[in-house]
Each structure stands twice: as structure tokens, then as C-alpha cells.
């Protein structure tokens, strides 16, 4: 299920492993993403401007994904769903309150991640 348009998908995680995964992932499903480490290494980089949704984990070093999220939400950046192996509704709804667009708990519903990308978002 590929979006009609094409759309770039930015993955900010610390486990390499789920990097690379969702990068596959959407690889084959003919969906363009970029990967980071940390929010700190995305947020630096200059690719907020540019990526049409972020998917970032809620845990990591540095700048947590609330925190990413709070930032990307004041300068009205793009969608983000936030993911996390910690999933609970104190933190669902957490996420929420912040302006999350998505909350995927892992392991990553492959069915729920296309349909979050394939949302309406900014161009």
C-alpha cells in the first residue's frame, strides 16, 4: 500500500537493528526514509524542514521523543507518531497531550505504521 504521492519518513531510534528494519520496510514498499540515532543527531541535521512524518522512539539518550515531539509541535513541523516498547496510558496519553499524530507500541503493527504515513500531511 503505497501513498499516492511520494513522501520521505524520518526514523529517529537508538537500537540500530529497528533502524535498519523499518528502513528495509519501507525500501520495499517504495517509501523514502531517513534514518537517525538520536532526536538530537535529527534535530541538528536540517531534515525537519524537509520530511513529510517522523516516527521516534520515546526512550533514547539526549532528547527523549516528548521532548522532540514538544519542538517539532511549537514550530507546527510535521507529524509524528511516537514509539515505544513501554507503552502504558499514563504515556499514551502523555503523547497525546503533546500533539502526537500516532503512538505505536513495539513490536510495530506494519499495517498500523502504513496507515499512519500514508495520513494526510503537510506538503
Not at 509541535?73 to 500516532?102: E, K, N, Q
Not at 507500541?105 to 506494519?110: A, D, F, H, L, V
Request: charged content about 20%; some cysteine.
Amino acid at each position: 500500500m503505497q501513498p499516492k504521492t511520494p513522501i520521505t519518513v524520518a526514523i529517529i531510534d537508538d537500537d540500530h537493528f529497528l533502524r535498519e528494519s523499518l528502513g528495509d520496510f519501507f525500501d520495499a514498499m517504495g517509501i523514502n526514509s531517513v534514518a537517525y540515532g538520536s532526536a538530537d543527531a535529527f534535530l541538528a541535521s536540517g531534515d525537519l524542514d524537509w520530511v513529510h512524518c517522523i516516527l521516534a522512539d520515546l526512550r533514547m539518550p539526549g532528547t527523549n521523543g516528548i521532548d522532540l515531539l514538544r519542538k517539532v509541535v511549537a514550530i507546527d513541523g510535521p507529524p509524528i507518531c511516537i514509539m515505544t516498547s513501554f507503552a502504558d496510558s499514563h504515556t499514551r496519553g502523555l503523547a497525546r497531550s503533546c500533539g502526537a499524530a500516532g503512538f505505536l507500541e513495539k513490536p510495530i503493527s506494519s499495517a498500523y505504521l502504513l496507515e499512519f504515513i500514508s495520513r494526510p500531511r503537510r506538503d
